[in-house]
């Protein structure tokens, strides 16, 4: 089954409001993990990734938390952006380390 | 330097076609992942290759479904006899080593 997954399908919010994203996870053993960003007809991008031996990681405006107790990741977005609109997926490395493996996705919807 | 590419991006094919993805990994990328998206899904992993191996194809059908990465040229993804069930999209990354992995475009492709 799938390693990763994310909590609600669809998340709306004003532009400039903050964006909380949440993923969870049950390979206790998985230690890397990572956020995607796919805008419509395109690839994922990557937006950031998190250790196991990290708690927190911050980039820009964007900030990943891992709590491995209770297995959960979420992403938040601060000042959320119309460009920010897109579905996020998190996604965790397989146990051979060869492929990532995919949540199905939040759609994040900006408005103006 | 040029991100990955895939061509074509839109492919329709009649049940019973062949269908070839090509994938171009980025300059100085030896390793290239494919992956397939259902609609309202998440990417599958497929198959992972270096040049000229393929290193793991646990996500690949048994049948119908071949992949390979030539020591010239791009890597292909072959697909057989195809059925309506193989409508999807599907895309290529690569990566330097084994960690982060850039995505294409992907190629969207559709059984008529």
């Known amino acids: 089954g799938e390693s990763v997954g994310l909590h609600l399908p669809t998340l709306s919010v004003q532009e400039g409001d903050n964006s909380i994203i949440n993923c969870a996870y049950s390979n206790s053993a998985s230690d890397y993990f990572i956020w995607y960003k796919q805008e419509s007809g395109k690839g994922p991008q990557f937006i950031i990734d998190?250790?196991?031996?990290?708690d927190k990681r911050q980039g820009q405006r964007v900030t990943v938390l891992l709590n491995k107790t209770v297995k959960h990741l979420s992403l938040q977005i601060a000042a959320t952006q119309p460009g920010d609109s897109a579905v996020y997926f998190c996604a965790d490395l397989n146990q051979a380390g060869t492929a990532l493996i995919f949540g199905k996705g939040t759609t994040l919807s900006v408005s103006s | 330097n040029a991100g990955v590419m895939q061509n074509p991006r839109h492919l329709v094919r009649r049940r019973g076609q062949e269908a070839r993805l090509r994938c171009s990994p980025m300059?100085?990328?030896?390793?290239v992942y494919w992956y397939r998206q259902l609609p309202e899904e998440g990417l599958k992993f497929m198959v992972y290759l270096q040049k000229e191996n393929i290193i793991d194809e646990s996500g690949m059908p048994k049948e119908r479904f071949s992949a390979e990465f030539p020591k010239e040229g791009p890597s292909i993804l072959r697909i057989q006899q195809v059925v309506r069930g193989d409508s999807a999209a599907y895309f290529c990354?690569?990566?330097?080593?084994?960690?982060?992995?850039?995505f294409g475009p992907g190629t969207r492709l559709t059984v008529l």
């Open positions: 990354a690569s990566s330097p080593n084994t960690g982060e992995q850039f």
């Open positions: 998190i250790r196991s031996n990290m």
């Open positions: 300059k100085g990328h030896s390793h």
